[in-house]
């Protein structure tokens, strides 16, 4: 499996980003997908994740801290994942990974590179 993050850069608190994870050597449809972060100094947490069978109603859960500013999608002709960032805030600074788990496993077992995100106050 290879998860490749893109799209990350600087912006101005309440600006836009839009992050994308491009996967290959899996099979797309049977992996639910989802970001992380982590910031300087803390822990990698949680942001978004969709289901693998979101096409049929699988859904998407977010962090509280993003819910209502950020939008996960995929599109499962091309093997790619998306995080549209809106109202970004100084806090949401930090590296973003996306992340894969095959849909009988529990814990994310792929992760891409990670993309810097930097939101200036």
């Known amino acids: 499996v290879q998860l490749q993050a893109s799209g990350g850069g600087l912006v101005q608190a309440g600006g836009s980003l839009r992050l994308s994870c491009a996967a290959s050597?899996?099979?797309?449809?049977?992996?639910?997908m989802g970001w992380f972060r982590q910031a300087p100094g803390k822990e990698r947490e949680f942001v978004a994740s969709?289901?693998?069978?979101?096409?049929?109603?699988?859904?998407?859960t977010y962090a509280d801290s993003v819910k209502g500013r950020f939008t996960i999608s995929r599109d499962n002709a091309k093997n790619t994942m998306s995080l549209q960032m809106n109202n970004l805030k100084p806090e949401d600074t930090a590296v973003y990974y996306c992340?894969?788990?095959?849909?009988?496993?529990?814990?994310?077992?792929?992760w891409g590179q990670g993309t810097l995100v930097t939101v200036s106050s």
């Open positions: 969709i289901s693998w069978n979101a096409w049929s109603g699988g859904g998407t």
């Open positions: 992340a894969g788990r095959n849909r009988w496993s529990s814990e994310y077992d792929s």
């Open positions: 050597k899996l099979t797309f449809t049977t992996y639910t």
